[in-house]
Structure formats: structure tokens, C-alpha cells
């Protein structure tokens, strides 16, 4: 069965730091695109970043260009988001999801997500 | 302000149809294939339709999608109450280099 679990959500304080972790099973890891999406309190879906198989190509939001940071392990099958210099507005839940061969398809696997709060 | 625009919402008695749109651009849409998500009540978001038209398996046939130059619909009819939920749709954005969603539709049965 497909499996992504996110943890590393917490509390944090505006200015603050984080690292989010993605464990996947179920599928061969190493051969898909994973994309970090994240959804604030009671709004949309937000893409947040993406990192193609081998860790060449790598995609973030303007919004986190240069505060967060995508990495991939694939030997332990883990994806990772380091998050810095944290504001309120990075308040949301943090879903890691499965993409295709390519960081262009669709999410066909999304995991069930973590919370992260960013507050004083 | 989402990429893509998505009515806030659609309603409909059970057992008939609603359509739901997703307006973007040649950037987006017209270049890359479209998803579709829902997702419902507290529960993180299920893919429903993939590259434009196909439904991944489990996915009953009262949900379709389509596609025609920037813009995408997604069809639900026969609507249940177990169908009230948020739908989004997504899609790559060449010119941003990044996945890009719709600001979601709330699907209410009346």
C-alpha cells in the first residue's frame, strides 16, 4: 500500500526555523517527482515546491525562494523541507504528494499532512 | 490571488449534474496537462482526474473531466451528498516553473 507520512510540524516563532520530513512507501521512490503543497487555515492549495528523481531539478514558489529548501534522500526513501526565516503567513498544513516521472503531472498520492504555526 | 480561477462555488439538488470550471492560460493549462482534486471535510486532497480526462481507478464514472485551449471543466452528475466537498484543479505553469492550483470550488448538494 502507498504511504506518505509527514511530521516535523510544530509551533514556531516568526523568524523561527523548521525541517519538515516526508517518509514514502509502497512505491519505488526513486523514480517520481514529490511536490510539498501546503493549504493555510480555511484557505486553497498552495504549491510550495518540487524536486524531480535525482535531485537535479528543483522548484519553489516565489514565495518561499530563498527561505525554504527541498531535498530528497533516496536510499531511505525520504523527502525533506527545510523551512527559514518563518512569518505567520507560512502558517498552513504541509502535504508532501507523489507526482509523476515528471515535476509537470498531477499529484496522484497525497500524504495526510502536518501543521506547522508560525506565531509569537 | 490564485493562477487559475475556479468558481467559489456551485450547487445542485441530488442526482443532477454540476460543472465546474478552471480558467487559466497558454503558459499553464494550454501547455500541460490538468488534475483534478477533492477533497473533502478535514481530509487532505484525492486525486480525481488526471491528465485532462482520466480517472485514476476507484474513481466512479460520474466524474469526468475535459479540456479546451486555457480553460478545464469538471463534470459530476448523478451528485450524491457524500460529493459535497472542495474540488481543485492544477496544472504545471512553464512560465513560473511551478505546480499551480485553483482557488477551489465548494460543491454544496441541496
Known amino acids: 500500500e502507498m504511504q506518505l507520512v509527514e511530521s516535523g510540524g510544530g509551533l514556531v516563532q516568526p523568524g523561527g526555523s523548521l525541517r519538515l520530513s516526508c517518509s514514502a512507501s509502497?512505491?519505488?521512490?526513486?523514480?517520481?517527482?514529490i511536490h510539498w503543497v501546503r493549504q493555510a487555515p480555511g484557505k486553497g492549495l498552495e504549491s510550495v515546491s518540487a524536486i524531480n528523481t535525482i535531485g537535479t531539478n528543483i522548484y519553489y514558489a516565489d514565495s518561499v525562494k530563498g527561505r525554504f529548501t527541498i531535498s530528497r534522500d533516496n536510499s531511505k526513501n525520504m523527502l525533506y523541507l527545510q523551512m527559514s526565516s518563518l512569518s505567520v503567513e507560512d502558517t498552513a498544513v504541509y502535504y508532501c504528494a507523489k507526482g509523476g516521472p515528471y515535476c509537470n503531472r498531477g499529484l496522484d498520492y497525497w500524504g495526510q499532512g502536518t501543521l506547522v504555526t508560525v506565531s509569537s | 490571488q490564485s493562477v487559475l480561477t475556479q468558481p467559489p462555488s456551485v450547487s445542485a439538488a441530488p442526482g443532477q449534474k454540476v460543472t465546474i470550471s478552471c480558467s487559466g492560460s497558454?503558459?499553464?493549462?494550454?501547455?500541460?496537462?490538468v488534475s483534478w482534486y477533492q477533497q473533502l471535510p478535514g481530509t487532505a486532497p484525492k486525486l480525481l482526474i488526471y491528465k485532462d480526462n482520466e480517472r485514476p481507478s476507484g474513481i466512479p464514472d460520474r466524474f469526468s473531466g475535459s479540456k479546451s485551449g486555457t480553460s478545464a471543466t469538471l463534470g459530476i452528475t448523478g451528485l450524491q451528498t457524500g460529493d459535497e466537498a472542495d474540488y481543485y484543479c492544477g496544472t504545471w505553469d512553464n512560465s513560473l516553473s511551478a505546480g499551480v492550483f485553483g482557488g477551489g470550488t465548494q460543491v454544496t448538494v441541496l
Open positions: 509502497g512505491f519505488t521512490f526513486n523514480n517520481y517527482c
Open positions: 497558454n503558459s499553464n493549462i494550454a501547455k500541460n496537462f
